[in-house]
């Protein structure tokens, strides 16, 4: 560890974290299994008369739709923020993926935006809109914008995103007054 002479600002180590759930989606996720399962009882207990072609179309069809519907929910079941002296990571879903991680340097601002619906982006997930720029919404609540460099936007649904507005605003000041 190195002393710091009064008047030199220590670096910031500390690493915030915030995450939101979005817990109703765990039902669609069901919703996903059941269809699966629905695509295997008919593949292996079928009393299927009008033909092969009928019953494989159903079966896969059921197990597709299925596992869209089981990996797309649980792809976007949580959003994790992660935010430390460097950059911002943002992780979605049980695997984290997808994944974005942006440098604080290209970070020319964060706001805290109260209400963030799914309804304003197009829905849960991942999203992208011209007028609005990328965003990650796996809730409606509150969250943050991040203003870029290269006149981007990109919202992320986080509890006490306040919190997170307030750490990235003081490593944006960090930043500047080392270059200084």
Request: aromatic residues 8%.
């Amino acid at each position: 560890m190195r002393d710091h002479r009064s008047g030199e600002h220590a670096p910031y180590s500390e690493v915030w974290t915030g995450r939101a759930t979005a817990r109703f989606q765990w039902l669609l996720a069901l919703i996903g299994a059941a269809c699966m399962a629905l695509g295997i009882v008919l593949a292996v207990d079928s009393a299927w008369t009008s033909g092969v072609a009928p019953l494989a179309m159903a079966v896969v069809g059921c197990i597709a739709a299925g596992l869209l519907v089981l990996f797309g929910t649980l792809a976007f079941v949580h959003v994790a923020l992660r935010v430390d002296a460097d950059h911002l990571e943002v992780r979605c879903g049980h695997i984290g993926v997808p994944r974005r991680r942006i440098p604080l340097s290209h970070v020319a601002g964060a706001d805290f935006v109260p209400y963030v619906t799914p309804r304003h982006w197009g829905g849960w997930g991942y999203r992208w809109r011209p007028e609005k720029g990328t965003a990650v919404v796996v809730r409606r609540g509150e969250g943050l914008v991040l203003r870029l460099a290269d006149g981007h936007t990109f919202t992320v649904t986080v509890d006490d995103a306040e919190a997170a507005v307030r750490v990235i605003r003081d490593r944006l000041r960090l930043g500047r007054a080392d270059k200084v």
